[in-house]
């Protein structure tokens, strides 16, 4: 019992930085939350939508209609911005573009040399010349009616009616598995790793590894303490803590998705985290089984490498779809590969049977963290005591 | 005296192998890592060549060769959009539903009947088996284009049916290039990869945290801190003197960690920051010092048990990286958005908007705008740090 007081003293001594993970992991979750206003893309077609900022500065009937064809199309806010600012937000893709429609576009627009609509975006990137394209063919649309001799309301009736996408395309059922948009429990559930490895490293690692210190670990040794004791003590409190935090966790996110509790894909989400969260205590045992003393001195800069490295390389923070094929041979030796790939599959619709190889490539890679581990204690101490 | 205690904390910090091969390696591993995630998504989202297939018929041509109209479209760069595969509408279908993604479409252009111009594209069923499309940008483009060739038809058929005496001069009309009426311009800047970001937050990292160096100045020199301090503190040094040289110390050794892992990112991973190298180390060398003050001053307030201050400073690396960048890349703008006024005092958001300063718009005065704060802060924190550590009482009587 002393073992685990004074192990859940060191734990309770390390809240601020659970805190701040936390609250990093309770930041993100609701701005993924944020994302999913609607319910797009389950029935028919859906053309791309992006956020642009739009400055209407002619407010004419012509540029009403394009503010209005764009925010059906995409979401919009209407704000005007420098030049700089603009660049920012672009950049951050924060925006996708910036339209600024001109003082006087509607009188000149069917002028020889008319105003023009500025529309800034990375070239380079699909996106913004897709709004471009989008806008150029709506403006011209209305250009080429009026100049067959329709009004201009009667060409922007007509210009609306040929580029709505539902009256000229036709889907065919395929197999191959189109379509990039995740549902809400997907992308609430894919982040939740990078909080869970933080903040279980952060109480459990210098906890456990406070008590492999020798001057601690012999003090203890001599102790009324035997070691079975001391080694379920610690067991005991990281089971405890991390049960903890896979409880928070999922209770949080799962406030945000009301309605899709205890359904298939929610149930076998939150298996998967909780055998994510195994493995992060595995991952406890291997780190921990180096020298304490290091691990005390430079555990900030250890949890860092590990969360944001396995976030970053297993599909967590990039989208596994968008790593390159040589990364993912390196992603299959980590968990969180196969946390991000058993997710997907949940997304897909798998059953239990379907993602049960992933589950079990997670709980491997805990199986060996935990043997590599007691392993390299072993031998530390068959080389100590000789 | 002050060039023996330099030289000796100088031993000091370079003999703490742990200290730097840590910090090294995280620079190392986590640059390694980002250049393996981020360096072909930029690339392979850049213009892609949209591979359509064509169904066209002797009615087809109404508005001259289709074929060869479709494959003039390009993007504003001069990127061709569409890689057209003219067939029938048969082998189009087998085309659409191709596994080989060299060979599949991504959609078939219908031009057969001409009033009528249909776009395919394939879809998956949902739940209900209903099918559904959520609109791939790809996607998004064709239906755009067909756009324009529908409204094409649909000028002649209402013409037709409202002013048929005017159809020769609205198919007249057709034949004539309409003015262009958007101006594109594209952002500029050295780098218009987003994903830089990350690389800008981890070199603000690396630099932030040298502040537990900083810290360990503070420990070696006050009594209360550690032994070392106690016997720094009975000794005939100058308490200002002891500290600067230690900083100084501290700073040739973190500053050339920086430097390591910076020049490992940008001549061994070729990491293009998109500015003149010289500054981007410049800069990187300025945070590290900012960071190793910022460790110095937390540190000097004593009052505070070490695990709170361990604590202030953990939370201004992570949460400061966090609302930098580090793992949202627009973070910084989102918060710049909802509350700028966190990243006018995060330090390391500062420093991350000085790389981007450089990528974006050169050396310039938003660029001396963050160098001028990061100096001026670096400034402050040593000052005060100086003052704070004078006259400190550890006990009474």
């Known amino acids: ?386 | 005296m002050f060039l023996n205690i330099f030289i000796n904390r100088l031993k000091i910090n370079i003999r703490d192998k742990q200290a730097i091969g840590w910090s090294l390696l995280f620079s190392l591993a986590l640059g390694t890592l980002f250049y393996c995630a981020f360096e072909s998504i930029y690339k392979n989202a850049v213009n892609t060549v949209v591979r359509t297939a064509v169904v066209l018929n002797a009615e087809s041509n109404t508005f001259g060769d289709m074929g060869e109209i479709l494959k003039t479209i390009q993007y504003d760069d001069g990127t061709k959009i569409l890689d057209i595969v003219e067939t029938d509408y048969e082998n189009a279908l087998l085309l659409l539903e191709n596994e080989d993604e060299e060979r599949a479409v991504k959609g078939i252009i219908d031009l057969r009947n001409i009033e009528d111009i249909r776009l395919v594209l394939s879809g998956t069923k949902n739940e209900n088996g209903e099918i559904g499309n959520a609109g791939e940008i790809e996607d998004s483009i064709l239906s755009s284009i067909v756009g324009v060739f529908r409204q094409y038809s649909l000028m002649i058929s209402e013409t037709i049916k409202n002013n048929p005496e005017r159809l020769g001069e609205v198919l007249k009309s057709l034949e004539r290039k309409t003015t262009e009426l958007i101006a594109n311009k594209s952002i500029s800047g050295g780098n218009k990869d987003p994903y830089v970001t990350y690389f800008y937050s981890l070199i603000t990292m690396m630099a932030m945290m040298a502040m537990m160096s900083g810290a360990a100045v503070v420990e070696s020199g006050q009594a209360d801190q550690s032994p070392q301090g106690a016997r720094t503190e009975v000794s005939a040094v100058n308490k200002a003197v002891y500290e600067i040289a230690g900083l100084l110390a501290v700073c040739v050794v973190q500053v050339s960690v920086t430097m390591i892992g910076l020049c490992y990112l940008v001549f061994g991973l070729k990491i293009n920051f998109g500015a003149d190298v010289t500054y981007v180390f410049l800069t990187a060398a300025l945070a590290t010092i900012l960071g190793i003050s910022l460790g110095f001053f937390v540190y000097q307030f004593s009052n505070i048990s070490k695990k709170a201050r361990e604590n202030i400073l953990m939370a201004i690396v992570v949460g400061g990286g966090f609302l930098s960048g580090l793992m949202i890349p627009n973070m910084r703008t989102i918060v710049e958005m909802k509350c700028p006024i966190i990243n006018r005092i995060n330090p390391s958001a500062v420093i991350t908007d000085a790389f981007y300063a450089l990528n974006m718009y050169g050396v310039g005065e938003r660029y001396y705008k963050a160098m001028i704060y990061i100096v001026g802060l670096t400034v402050v924190f040593i000052s005060s740090g100086l003052i704070l550590s004078r006259r400190k009482r550890y006990a009474s009587l």
């Open chain 1, 1 to 386: 019992m002393q073992v685990f007081k004074a192990f859940m003293k060191i734990v309770k001594s390390n809240f601020v930085g659970v805190i701040l993970y936390f609250g990093i992991c309770v930041l993100m979750t609701i701005m993924v939350a944020s994302q999913y206003g609607g319910n797009k893309g389950t029935r028919g077609y859906t053309n791309t939508s992006t956020s642009i900022i739009v400055n209407d500065n002619d407010e004419s009937e012509l540029s009403k209609a394009v503010v209005e064809y764009l925010k059906s199309q995409h979401d919009v806010d209407m704000a005007e911005y420098d030049e700089d600012k603009v660049k920012d937000l672009i950049f951050s893709a924060y925006y996708t573009a910036y339209i600024d429609i001109p003082k006087g576009f509607m009188e000149r627009h069917l002028d020889n040399d008319p105003l023009e609509i500025n529309a800034v975006f990375d070239t380079s990137l699909p996106d913004g010349n897709y709004v471009s394209l989008q806008l150029g063919s709506y403006v011209d649309g209305i250009v080429r009616f009026e100049n067959a001799g329709f009004s201009l309301s009667e060409a922007i009736i007509n210009t609306q009616k040929a580029v709505e996408p539902d009256s000229f395309i036709d889907l065919k059922a395929s197999s191959k598995g189109e379509g990039s948009t995740h549902s809400k429990t997907f992308s609430l559930f894919l982040f939740l790793p990078y909080g869970i490895m933080s903040i279980i490293l952060w109480c459990l690692l210098p906890a456990v590894s406070r008590f492999n210190v020798k001057d601690v670990k012999d003090r203890t040794m001599v102790s009324s303490i035997s070691a079975n004791e001391r080694n379920i003590a610690l067991f005991t409190g990281s089971i405890l803590v991390s049960s903890v935090v896979y409880v928070g966790m999922s209770v949080f996110v799962s406030i945000f998705l009301k309605g899709k509790i205890f359904s298939m894909k929610w149930l076998l989400s939150m298996m998967n985290l909780l055998i994510f969260t195994l493995v992060t205590v595995g991952m406890v045992v291997l780190i921990s089984s180096f020298s304490a003393t290091s691990i005390l001195k430079s555990k900030d800069i250890i949890i860092n490498i590990i969360s944001l490295g396995f976030s970053f390389l297993g599909g967590i923070f990039v989208p596994l779809e968008v790593l390159g094929d040589e990364v993912k041979t390196v992603s299959r030796f980590l968990p969180t590969y196969w946390y991000a790939l058993g997710l997907e599959k949940i997304e897909k619709g798998a059953v239990f049977n379907d993602i049960l190889g992933c589950f079990g490539m997670e709980a491997l890679f805990g199986v060996v963290c935990v043997t590599a581990g007691l392993a390299i204690s072993r031998v530390t101490l068959y080389i100590k005591e000789r």
